[in-house]
């Protein structure tokens, strides 16, 4: 009977016949942990450990201070980086790159907080990031707030233990302690989709309050008067209480009678929101001629709710919405809605960031602690 520790060799004759000649030879192939030779070939073995750096050193000849140079990306003689490579190849070898941080005290890691990887706008954030920073060698350690500063603090922390190169997180309101820890932390640190008066160190994004001010003026623009608007019923979507507080101010500035606000469903509210949300206003406000919805997926619910009441959309009322996502154009009608360059946000961002860190030229990026993102109010069918 096999002990635990015996690798468990898939059978065939090369392996039997191989096997055979180590035992007899007197002088057996060496072979790295955690693999086995079969047919002359060194293929990983699954219930053993995994391949180690003095497997890398013994296989090409070298120290592992040569292969950790070689890792590293510090100069080495070309044939020596050739044969360790071959030997990294051959034996599947992987770094530890969280042992390598804590020893160098850096990382090739860039810490990202978003609220939501389902929001397309988030996820289009990201992925300018990853497009900007990847061709420079640093990759995306990725967490997911779900809108919540507690939770974001606890990643935070959790984020700092892998020495990330810098962090870009969403949002300008934070929890004082995720604020000393990024300022303890000394490293970059952007602040996206905002415009702090005061950043932690650096923001890129644009105002959400002037976006909806804009919104209201579109409106009265064309003649309507009796403006409600939809929001969600907690105060976690911090971006949407900006787009609030911006429709309430310019609903006073252009003397439109105080405003219509219905909030409804936790933050942030999604298209089955968008229905009882309407279905709230009408009955409180019936004479609503127009209504703005924190985001195109509330504004899409609000629509279908409008047909199943016999109403027209926009001969009846007006339905706008926030963010230009892809629903605002499969919608019938399409909805009128704010357009932001989510994915300029991403790669603004880590522009930003890889100036801060040195890796381009200081004059490819504006010297400025915060920049700003244009924003365009579409016009389409429903408004």
Known sequence: MLSRCQPVLPYSAD???????????????????????????????????????????????????????????????PATRERVQQAIDKLGYVADAAAGALSSGRSEFVAVLVPSLASSNFSDTVRGLSATLEPHGLQLLIGDTDYDLVREERLVRSMLRYQPRCIALTGSQHTEGTRQLLQRSRIPVVEMWDLPANPIDMAVGFSNARAAREMVRYLKERGYRKIGFLAGASDLDRRGLERLKGYQQEMKAQGLGEPRVIRFGESPITMSHGAPALDALLEQWPDTDAVMCVSDMSAFGAIMQCHRRGLSVPADIAVAGFGNFEVAVCCHPTITTVSVDAYGIGSRTGKLLLSSLGSVSAQAVPQRRKLTIDYTVIARESA
């Open 15 to 77: 392996s039997r016949i191989q096997a055979t000649f180590e035992q007899h030879s007197g002088n057996p192939t060496p072979r790295p942990m955690g693999t086995t030779r079969i047919n002359d070939r060194v293929v990983s073995d699954p219930q053993a450990s995994p391949p180690r750096m003095s497997d890398v050193a013994r296989i090409a000849g070298v120290s592992k201070m040569t292969v950790s140079r070689v890792l590293a990306g510090h100069s080495v003689a």
